[in-house]
């Protein structure tokens, strides 16, 4: 049950990054976009010193973590 929850968060937090950063993309590529973004936020935010606990916490960090990875995307390519 928790990689069908991990999926879930992942496609939710890529779905907000893309509409936050106007990107344009599909399903797979949010799922995808949303768990690259919980590794990319969780380094970001354990660096910074803040943690997050929860659903909530978990979308927040995920959904940094992919705006972060949407503007690295951006400035490479």
């Known amino acids: 049950m ?29 799922i995808l976009l949303g768990i690259c973004g919980g590794f990319v936020g ?6 910074i010193g803040l943690s997050a606990h929860g659903i909530l916490g978990s979308l927040i960090v995920s959904t940094v973590g992919a705006c972060i990875c949407i503007w690295l995307g951006r400035k490479l390519f």
């Open 2 to 30: 928790g990689l069908i929850w991990g999926l879930i968060l992942g496609a939710i937090a890529g779905f907000l990054a893309s509409e936050i950063m106007h990107e344009k993309s599909g399903m797979v590529k949010n």
């Open 42 to 47: 969780g380094l970001v935010f354990n660096l």
